[in-house]
């Protein structure tokens, strides 16, 4: 379980007194634990799932994104440098993402698998890419190739 990968991660980490993968990891617990007490407002009891344990990561990977841009328009190449750091920890629990051309594919397949043919099946069709490519997939990106296929960009 993702979960279990990250306090067995971070108990390395402080047992290496390695601060920057410290903090790192205490910020992705949070965040999860925040996610699981909204969840058990929700009745559910378990906490969230590995999904939505992945979605929280990327969440935080576009935020640290967007931090980088800041950081690099106000010249402050050290912050955006501590910003970048944490991606990477971040990443290393996330499956590998896919490539532009993978992802060009499966839009395409899902497009044809669903016989989606114009904006209005766009919540479909990210519904279906959403649940077979969960943590592999930026969905951002996903979204804008789907627009351009189903003619709307």
Avoid: W
Wanted: aromatic residues 2%.
């Amino acid at each position: 379980m993702l979960r279990d990968d990250i306090s067995l991660a971070l108990k390395t980490a402080m047992k290496a007194k390695d601060q920057r993968v410290t903090s790192t990891l205490r910020l992705i617990m949070a965040a999860v634990k925040d996610r699981d007490i909204a969840a058990r407002g929700n009745g559910n009891a378990d906490g969230i799932s590995d999904d939505e344990i992945m979605k929280v990561m990327q969440t935080m990977i576009k935020q640290r994104h967007d931090s980088i841009e800041m950081y690099e328009k106000g010249n402050r190449p050290e912050l955006a440098k501590q910003e970048a750091e944490e991606i990477e920890i971040i990443r290393g629990f996330l499956p590998e993402q896919m490539t532009d051309e993978a992802m060009e594919a499966a839009v395409v397949s899902v497009i044809d698998t669903l016989g989606a043919s114009s904006l209005k099946d766009m919540g479909r069709t990210m519904g279906h890419l959403r649940e077979h490519f969960a943590g592999r997939m930026d969905f951002g990106k996903a979204s804008s190739l789907l627009k351009q296929r189903l003619g709307g960009g």
